[in-house]
């Protein structure tokens, strides 16, 4: 009876004879420049700010640059919005101020 497989996509593996085995939770998957910025959804040039500002750690191998999975997902959900953290965002409701009103009230 084979042992169970890890989740995971299948890669080469030399040392068991079989000619694949699953990648396991602890390996690193890497992600090009490319492949991040569509993950988080904003443009490459963006990304490269977001890296250059220390927001989003990234590795050079070379003339390559990569960023970590884990990492990316991380960043993802340091964005998240806290409910009722965009309040500055709406007008204040009945403030009375000058410019309200139907403009039929003489100023």
Aim: hydrophobic content about 30%; overall charge negative.
């Amino acid at each position: 009876m084979k042992p169970p497989q890890k989740a995971g996509r299948a890669v080469p593996d030399p040392e068991s004879g079989s000619r694949l085995r699953r990648m396991g939770d602890d390996e690193i998957r890497w992600l090009s420049t490319a492949d991040a910025a569509k993950r988080v959804g904003i443009t490459p040039r963006t990304l490269y700010r977001f890296i250059d500002n220390g927001e989003l750690p990234a590795y050079r191998f070379g003339r390559v640059i990569r960023l970590k999975e884990s990492e990316v997902d991380t960043f993802i959900e340091s964005c998240r919005i806290e409910p009722g953290s965009l309040d500055h965002l709406y007008p204040e409701a009945g403030t009375g101020t000058a410019d309200e009103g139907d403009g039929d009230e003489p100023t």
